[in-house]
Structure formats: C-alpha cells, structure tokens
C-alpha cells in the first residue's frame, strides 16, 4: 500500500505527462498548419483567394532575382511566341555586334509567305526592313517577321535555331530548355513547309522563359520601347498591327507601369504570357503558361503583379524559401 507521499508523487508524474502530451499535441498542431500554410502559397493564386488556372507561373524581381511566386516553374512546356523572346535576343545581338542593321533590306522567302499563324502580310519577294520586321515580331508577334529574320542571320530557320540553342547555354537556360524554330509554332504547324524548322517542338520552363525575359531586357533595354508600343505600321500594305498585350496603356487589361513583353498561343500551349511592368525603382517580371484563355493570361498576370507590389509579396517571399535568378548579361 502506498504512503501519501509516493501517492503525490504518481500525481505529479501523471500531471506532468499529461503536461507533455498537450504540447507535443500543441507543436504537431503548428507544424501541421505551417505546411498547410506553405502548400497553400505555393498551389494557389497570390492574391485574390481564387485559385490559378494556370499549367505554371513564376514571379520575379527583376533587379535582385528573387522569385516572389512559383507554381511548376521547371516543368518543360511549349512556349508559344513566348519564345521569340530569344529570337529579339539573337537578332539584337547582331545588331550591336555590327553584322546586321536596322536598315538592311530583307527579302521575304516563300516560307515566310506560308507560315500560319499571326502575320504581318509578308509575300514570297517582299523587301522589308529589319527594323520593321523586329516590330512587327515584338509587337504584334507575326510569325512571318520571325522567320524572315532567322533566315536573314542564319541562311536557314535550321542554322539560325542553332544561334538560339547555343544563346540558350550561354545564359544559363536549364538542360531542359530547347528552341526548335524562330516563330514558337508548333511542329505540326509547319512540318510540310519547305524551309521549316520542324524536327522538334520548343520547350521551355517558367523559370527560364523568367530568366530570358531578365536577359533580354537587361542586356538591350531598348527593346521596351518597342514592346510598349500599342501598335506598328506595316510599309508594304499600309496595315496598322494592334499589340497583343492587352496590359498596355488603353488596352483592356491595362495595368500602371506595364511596358511588355511578350504573349503567345497554340492550341498545344494555351495562352501565355510573359509580362513587366516597373513602379518606382522596383521592376517585376512574370511568367504565365496554358491559361484558358486571352483574358485569363492577362487577368492571372494582373494578380501576379498585386503579389509583388504588395506587402503580402514579401512575406510570401519569405515564407516559400525563393530561389534567385540572376541575369549575367552576355
């Protein structure tokens, strides 16, 4: 029979296992909400509540490299004209290295003339200048510019894919990232034009479409000039091309501070949408991949944009761990 002393301490011990029991329940309590909580960032829209419907995304600013937002950022995905992005870079490049001018004349090939998907009108002999067909590629993303430029450095889309490929590696773009033509279409959607670079499909992740985005406008900044332009003029059929970015001044989607960059589609990539847009000394760069349709890149890049300007950003920075891009200018 227990004394009352041995009685006490059996109390003490059984109070203070109970004790230890709430807070273990009490820090499993925590840790179960902080990883609800990180999920949370990471799988849903930054602001708003609602949900993205989005196959990826990715956030970034611009100056430090820090990803503010991440949804399946180095998942491999079809680019669209997202890709002529590295098309502007290679054509800028030889630009400022001396071996093409805005004035040279280029001639339209046939292939330029077939090519599907948004164009600017070009005809099989058409002489155009470089200067106009780089606007009309950045601004209005007419395929048939891309290509009669890649054919003008490169001989062929083949070569010129070749430059694009190793400008890739030059940056830093992932292994996984690959270029197979200059306009972003689809193999399919050009495999039958002679002169086509058809053998492969681009693919690039969020995260480097992110950092090409970075590199081009950080190593030519002039080319915001242009994709800011709510439209260009085209010489050869006196025809005025509306911007497709929609976050522009006077567009419908216009967004304060936005001036770029670059929008794309296929029916095998959804829309996409590669946006920036600067507010003070802060410049933000997005990446947006297979929304649902034009209003949705637009709407979703919108709410990406909010994310970063916001206090909320920062927090949401903090708390997901982000990695850094930095853009070395090559």
């Known amino acids: 029979m227990m004394n009352i002393s041995e009685k006490l301490q059996m109390i003490e011990r059984r109070e203070k296992n109970r004790r230890n029991a709430l807070k273990l329940t009490a820090v499993l309590a925590i840790i179960a909400a902080i990883c609800l909580g990180f999920q949370t960032v990471k799988g849903s829209a930054p602001a708003g509540g609602a949900g993205m419907n989005l196959s990826a995304a990715i956030l970034i600013d611009a100056k430090s490299g820090e990803v503010l ?97 190793e400008r890739a590696r030059r940056i830093g773009l992932s292994k996984t990232a690959v270029f197979g033509n200059a306009s972003g279409l689809s193999k399919e959607d050009i495999a039958n034009i002679p002169g086509a670079a058809s053998e492969r499909d681009t693919l690039l992740s969020a995260r480097d479409t992110a950092k090409l985005a970075g590199h081009l406008i950080g190593k030519y900044p002039e080319v915001l ?45 959804g829309y996409c949408f590669t946006g920036t847009v600067k507010r003070g000394e802060q410049r933000l760069i997005s990446v947006v991949m297979g929304a649902s349709s034009k209003e949705a890149r637009f709407s979703e890049t919108a709410k990406l944009y909010q994310l970063g300007f916001s206090r909320q950003g920062s927090r949401i920075a903090q708390s997901i761990n982000p990695m850094n891009i930095h853009f070395d200018v090559i």
């Open 69 to 165: 937002y991440q949804h399946n950022a180095d998942r491999p995905l079809p680019p669209a004209s997202m890709s002529k992005m590295m098309t502007e870079l290679v054509v800028l490049d030889h630009i400022y290295s001396g071996e093409l001018h805005w004035n040279d004349e280029v001639q339209a090939s046939a292939y330029a003339e077939a090519i599907p998907g948004s164009r600017m009108g070009l005809a099989n002999g058409d002489k155009v200048l470089v200067r106009e067909l780089f606007e009309a590629m950045t601004v209005y993303s007419a395929n048939d510019a891309a290509v009669a430029l890649a054919e003008k450095i490169g001989g062929t889309e083949e070569d010129f894919v070749a430059k694009m490929n």
């Open 225 to 269: 000039e242009v994709s800011s332009r709510s439209s260009v003029k085209v010489s050869t059929s006196k025809r005025t091309l509306a911007a497709t970015n929609w976050m522009l001044a006077d567009q419908p989607f216009a967004y304060p501070g936005s001036d770029g960059l670059k929008t794309g589609y296929t029916p095998n990539a």
